[in-house]
């Protein structure tokens, strides 16, 4: 990442609540906002009106593209999409039952420290970790003194963002869960990356 004289502000955000064609099974599916999502995101985007957002930013998945795309129509700014921000996939294990706790195992392991695990046929921990940095570090390249949000996803922000960061411990995210459009704001210039705000709660039902 080139040198910021000014930080950017990235305000990164878990996509409004989604509908999935298979609910109750793993999937790398993109899924759709629901009316609940739609409300969220709006919500979100009506209350960063006077913050002055240069531009929204989200992953390939449709249910980040579509949350996308509706904040940056009340917004009034520009819509992308771009490689590296998608949730982890879960490979292999595509069509098991949410409860299967393989998937759920993986996670833990990341979180715990233990990035060689990874979903069969899927990325591992060190690669999630390694795009997430790319495509970020692209966008504040992009946005040097400007405020940008970015919608992404529960799993993929938990692990990654807490490792980005120098002043925050990497298993931040291990009790404190992210919910749907409410944005962890992060400070990326030449010196690092920090942690300003996290959303988190202790309520895992809201992932």
């Given at each position: 990442?080139?040198?910021?004289?000014?930080?950017?502000?990235?305000?990164?955000?878990?996509?409004?609540?989604?509908?999935?064609?298979?609910?109750?099974?793993?999937s790398?599916?993109?899924?759709?906002?629901?009316?609940?999502?739609?409300?969220?995101?709006?919500?979100?985007?009506?209350?960063?009106?006077?913050?002055?957002?240069?531009?929204?930013?989200?992953?390939?998945?449709?249910?980040?593209?579509?949350?996308?795309?509706?904040?940056?129509?009340?917004?009034?700014?520009?819509?992308?999409?771009?490689?590296g921000?998608?949730?982890?996939?879960?490979?292999?294990?595509?069509?098991?039952?949410?409860?299967?706790?393989?998937?759920?195992?993986?996670?833990?392991?990341?979180?715990?420290?233990d990035?060689?695990?990874?979903?069969?046929?899927?990325?591992?921990?060190?690669?999630?970790?390694?795009?997430?940095?790319?495509?970020?570090?692209?966008?504040?390249?992009?946005?040097?003194?400007?405020?940008?949000?970015?919608?992404?996803?529960?799993?993929?922000?938990?692990?990654?963002?807490?490792?980005?960061?120098?002043?925050?411990?990497?298993?931040?995210?291990?009790?404190?869960?992210?919910?749907?459009?409410?944005?962890?704001?992060?400070?990326?210039?030449?010196?690092?990356?920090?942690?300003?705000s996290?959303?988190?709660?202790?309520?895992?039902?809201?992932?």
């Amino acid at each position: 990442m080139s040198d910021l004289h000014c930080p950017a502000t990235l305000l990164v955000a878990r996509h409004g609540a989604a509908g999935y064609p298979r609910p109750g099974l793993l999937s790398d599916d993109g899924g759709w906002l629901t009316d609940a999502g739609r409300g969220q995101v709006r919500s979100l985007a009506e209350g960063l009106r006077t913050s002055r957002v240069a531009a929204v930013y989200s992953s390939t998945m449709r249910r980040a593209v579509e949350s996308a795309e509706l904040a940056a129509e009340v917004l009034s700014v520009r819509a992308l999409s771009i490689e590296g921000l998608q949730e982890f996939s879960v490979g292999e294990l595509a069509g098991a039952e949410v409860a299967d706790r393989r998937a759920q195992d993986v996670f833990d392991a990341w979180l715990a420290g233990d990035l060689d695990a990874g979903c069969p046929g899927a990325e591992n921990g060190h690669a999630l970790v390694s795009r997430y940095r790319e495509a970020l570090e692209g966008i504040a390249d992009l946005h040097r003194g400007e405020s940008v949000l970015v919608f992404s996803h529960g799993g993929v922000m938990s692990l990654a963002i807490p490792r980005l960061a120098y002043n925050v411990r990497n298993d931040l995210a291990a009790q404190r869960f992210l919910p749907h459009c409410e944005p962890a704001e992060l400070a990326v210039d030449g010196d690092g990356w920090r942690v300003r705000s996290w959303p988190g709660v202790t309520d895992p039902a809201v992932v």
